[in-house]
């Protein structure tokens, strides 16, 4: 089995007490309106790799200005 991080927080105090390691990972599919990380729920991590594979040149990377 293979998992995506998306990030790793090594001091967390949120949803509850104490000091905790946070672990996101990519590719959450429930969709939870209250989601505090919704950039985790698709599993495209915006790399650019399909750009570069796709045949037909139908993709572009969008660059945020």
Not at 4 to 32: H, K, L, V, W
Not at 35 to 63: D, F, M, S
């Amino acid at each position: 089995m293979k998992g995506f991080i998306n990030r790793i927080i090594e001091n967390s105090f949120i949803d509850g007490p104490g000091n905790r390691m946070a672990i996101f990972m990519q590719g959450c599919n429930m969709a939870c309106l209250y989601c505090h990380n919704p950039e985790t729920q698709r599993l495209c991590t915006v790399c650019g790799e399909c750009v570069y594979y796709c045949e037909k040149g139908a993709l572009k990377k969008k660059i945020k200005r």
